[in-house]
């Protein structure tokens, strides 16, 4: 079964950036599409972005103009590019696979940034 497994995290100062990679392994041919989400501290995990196998990207109005999402097929990798990253950021981000003619949702570990001011 195909699992997907993200890396980057880390502490970033207010403006600054980072870059999440998350690599789908096993087999990958049924993904339908890549995505992140986040969930704050006391929050509920909302959608950050996702790129479908077709090419399609969506982004969360709150990180448009900051983050863009994009991947590597080859390499069975989806990037979430995060600038000017600001405190209100920082969350555990989760990648998540949709797999499948059921649609069925996989997700990784999660991986914690932290924006200080």
């Known amino acids: 079964q195909v699992q997907p497994v993200e890396s980057g995290g880390g502490l970033v100062q207010a403006g600054g950036s980072l870059r999440l990679p998350c690599v789908a392994s096993?087999?990958?041919?049924?993904?339908?599409?890549m995505g992140w989400y986040r969930q704050a501290p006391g929050k509920q995990r909302e959608f950050v972005a996702t790129a479908t196998s077709g090419g399609g990207i969506n982004n969360a109005d709150s990180v448009k103009g900051r983050f863009s999402i994009f991947r590597d097929n080859a390499k069975n990798t989806v990037y979430l590019q995060m600038n000017s990253l600001k405190p209100e950021d920082t969350a555990v981000y989760y990648c998540?696979?949709?797999?499948?003619?059921?649609?069925?949702?996989?997700w990784g570990q999660g991986t914690q940034v932290t924006v200080s001011s």
């Open positions: 998540n696979l949709n797999v499948g003619s059921r649609r069925i949702s996989i």
């Open positions: 096993g087999s990958s041919n049924s993904i339908n599409a």
